[in-house]
Structure formats: structure tokens, C-alpha cells
């Protein structure tokens, strides 16, 4: 199942570089349900907020109704940033499965950091690996073509 | 001047007292004009994402048609979570004032690695204390009224 999900995330990611934006896909489930998915926009959009895991979180809250989004997983092509990761835990996701690690080993010490037990939230636990070649792939190829167009 | 924007944010931060959010009130200012400004708003939209800050970077994203805010200052009543601060970092946000300290350890470790310059980005400055005791007695009264609603 967890294959499935990542090759829906890795979809989404495609679609994100098709309009020339970094491909990453996001892709949010529960009781092997998917409840939403989303890519990156922070350049059509406009805005650093664009990013696909917070563009899933969003449309997941709105269809369960709620900001919590208890026994949901995220899957996501690439480890999140602090802001994602941030989002994702306090929505109280249990689970992240990515595909690609982020290579900033300053990005990996804080998102762990976020996504421990605090004050408020219980730990979200992160898996990383799924796919990743075929992942690093399609960002290479988003790169060339960025140094291309350049 | 810094003293008027943060009584504005407190301004906004009161208008999510009102509706019964956590009060915290974000304003963004570029060369001395407000370029947005914003109040918490997560239990009313139902999305972790609709933190103060985060609606603040897209009002004033989409005003200034650019995701980078160079040149901008935000002022929030109250010490940014990560999602709020890896947000500020991204969009260029060079300085940060806030009025009061977040009071977990934890969460002010993170924030600070955040804010750090990083292989991308430059660093982003943060100020808190800006009527820290005023903030503070906003944020009780808060607390308060939610006991007594339970």
C-alpha cells in the first residue's frame, strides 16, 4: 500500500513540474482512504505557503472539518521543511512516509527536532527512502532544465 | 514607529479575542506602510495553517505580487511556532518583532535554529518584548475564559 501512495505523491510531483515548479507531491490518507492530495504552487501562487504538504493539509481539514487530523499518514516525495513539518505535527498526522531526504543536514537536525514530543503535541514519527531514486530523478531533471533555461 | 505597529498587531490579536481564537495578531511593513495585516484564525477556518503569520505572508504576497518580501518587517504579539517561523525565513523577512516570549524552551530552541542563515536563505533577526506585560494579560484572559467555558 505504501508503494501505491508514493507513486500518487510522485503523480502529483509530476504535475508540479510540468508548470515549472520544484516537483514535489503530497498525498494525505486515512483508514486507506485518500483524502487529499496537492503539489507544489509556491511560484504560481505566489506565496511561500504554496507548498504541497500544506496545500493537503488544508484541503484535508476542510473535508474532515476539522484541523486535527488524527489517524491521517502524509506521504511526500521530498522530507519536508520546518514550516511543513511543523504544520504536519501539529494537525496531530502520526505518520510521514517521504521519498527523497533532504541532502541540508541543518534542514534534517531541525525537522526532527520538530517532529518530537512537546508541551502540546505527541511525536509524529518519519520514514524516508521510498522510491528515492526514482525521485532524485525527476529533481535533476527540474534542475537541468532550470539551468537550461538560464 | 515600532511601538505603533505593535499596538496594531495587539489590535488584531484582540479581534481573534473576540471570536474566541487564541489572540495573536501579525503585521507586515515595508518602507513605513503596512503592507497587511492579520489575526489567528485556525479554529474558525479549521486548519492549522491559518495561523496570524502565515495569512499575513499571503495578504502581503499577493499585494506586493511576489513571494519574496524583501525589505519587510513583521510584527506579531506573540514568539512565532516553526511553521510560522521557517514561513518568515523563506518569504526574506529580514526582521521579526514580537511582543511576547513563547514560554517553551523547546520551541524557542527550534525557532532559533530556523531563523540561523542556511544554505539558501540569510538570516532573519528576532526582537521580543515589544509590551510584553500587556500581551501577556491578553493571553490570560484568553486561558481564563476557556476554563470557564469548561
Known amino acids: 500500500m505504501k508503494e501505491k501512495y508514493m507513486k500518487l505523491a510522485i503523480k502529483e510531483a509530476t504535475k508540479a513540474y510540468k508548470i515549472g515548479e520544484v516537483p514535489v507531491g503530497a498525498l494525505i490518507v486515512k483508514d486507506d ?12 501562487i505566489g506565496s511561500v505557503t504554496r507548498h504541497a504538504e500544506i496545500i493537503a ?3 484535508a481539514s476542510k473535508k474532515l472539518n476539522n484541523w486535527r487530523l488524527d489517524g491521517c499518514d502524509i506521504y511526500i516525495t521530498l522530507e519536508p521543511c520546518p514550516m511543513c513539518a511543523s504544520a ?7 505518520n510521514i512516509y517521504c521519498g527523497l531526504n533532504n541532502s541540508d543536514e541543518n534542514n534534517i537536525n531541525i525537522v526532527k527536532s520538530i517532529l518530537k514530543k512537546d508541551k502540546i503535541n505527541g511525536s509524529c514519527n518519519i520514514n524516508c527512502g521510498l522510491f528515492s531514486s526514482e525521485i532524485e530523478e525527476l529533481m535533476k531533471k527540474f534542475f537541468l532544465s532550470c539551468r537550461n533555461k538560464k
Open 33 to 44: 482512504q485518500i483524502i487529499s492530495k496537492a503539489y507544489n504552487k509556491k511560484e504560481k
Open 57 to 59: 493539509i488544508e484541503k
Open 88 to 94: 504536519i505535527k501539529q494537525s496531530r498526522i502520526a
